[in-house]
């Protein structure tokens, strides 16, 4: 077992994933903004949105766990904005977190995985339906989704279970959203055998 790396690893899914991964017994990788520290994981600093950072952290964590098993993208801006309140400045500074930072990830990890014949590819979703007040958030999870479905047409055939864990709710210890509960879908996934989901939702039910 090569291991997990997380990308987004906040105080709410990201940090509940890891602790989950950590649990199976995997080594794990975090690589966020600031050092997150994670018991029983290695924390590495890097912004999804400097893609020669965010290479070069996920190049170091492949230098100690080999190609992983399983790579998590949870980096996210969470924001409330109406159609016309960001301007498109804000609105690419948004993608660029939502989506790019994403694709970046999975595009320079994933060859590996395929050429091995095995991997997991997972990545946090949100907004089901689309919500006005949320416009920013909207349009890149639905980003999120298609991404999904262009990885999963590219690696999925060589063995890489691509996936999203898409949460239908504010995340909030002791809530319906719990990041604890939210964390036992990405390991869910991974375990998954052929079939595979697409997707898990979320509803807090």
């Given at each position: 077992?090569s291991?997990?790396?997380?990308?987004?690893?906040?105080?709410?899914i990201?940090?509940?994933?890891?602790r989950?991964?950590?649990r199976?017994?995997l080594?794990?990788?975090?690589?966020?903004?600031s050092?997150?520290?994670v018991?029983?994981?290695?924390?590495?600093v890097a912004?999804?949105t400097?893609?020669?950072?965010?290479?070069?952290?996920?190049?170091?964590a492949?230098?100690?766990?080999?190609?992983?098993d399983?790579l998590?993208?949870?980096a996210?801006?969470?924001?409330?904005d109406?159609p016309?309140?960001?301007?498109?400045?804000?609105h690419l500074?948004?993608?660029?977190?939502?989506?790019?930072g994403?694709?970046?990830a999975a595009a320079?990890?994933?060859?590996?995985?395929?050429e091995?014949?095995?991997?997991?590819?997972?990545?946090t979703?949100?907004?089901?339906?689309?919500?006005?007040r949320?416009?920013?958030?909207?349009?890149?999870?639905a980003g999120?989704?298609?991404l999904?479905?262009?990885?999963?047409?590219?690696?999925?055939p060589?063995?890489v279970?691509?996936?999203?864990?898409t949460?239908?709710?504010?995340?909030?210890?002791?809530?319906?959203?719990?990041?604890?509960d939210?964390?036992e879908h990405?390991w869910?996934?991974?375990?998954?055998?052929?079939?595979?989901?697409?997707?898990?939702v979320?509803t807090?039910?």
């Amino acid at each position: 077992m090569s291991g997990a790396v997380i990308i987004g690893a906040g105080p709410g899914i990201g940090q509940a994933v890891a602790r989950r991964f950590v649990r199976e017994g995997l080594p794990v990788v975090t690589i966020a903004r600031s050092e997150r520290a994670v018991p029983g994981a290695r924390a590495l600093v890097a912004d999804a949105t400097d893609e020669d950072a965010l290479r070069g952290a996920l190049d170091v964590a492949a230098g100690e766990l080999g190609t992983p098993d399983v790579l998590v993208y949870n980096a996210a801006i969470i924001q409330p904005d109406g159609p016309g309140d960001l301007s498109a400045r804000g609105h690419l500074d948004a993608w660029a977190v939502n989506v790019v930072g994403a694709l970046t990830a999975a595009a320079h990890v994933a060859p590996a995985m395929a050429e091995r014949g095995s991997g997991t590819i997972l990545i946090t979703g949100g907004m089901p339906e689309p919500d006005p007040r949320y416009v920013s958030l909207s349009l890149g999870k639905a980003g999120v989704r298609t991404l999904v479905s262009l990885l999963d047409a590219q690696y999925g055939p060589s063995g890489v279970h691509v996936a999203s864990v898409t949460v239908d709710g504010p995340v909030a210890p002791g809530t319906p959203f719990d990041p604890d509960d939210i964390a036992e879908h990405y390991w869910t996934l991974h375990a998954q055998e052929r079939p595979w989901s697409a997707e898990i939702v979320h509803t807090g039910r």
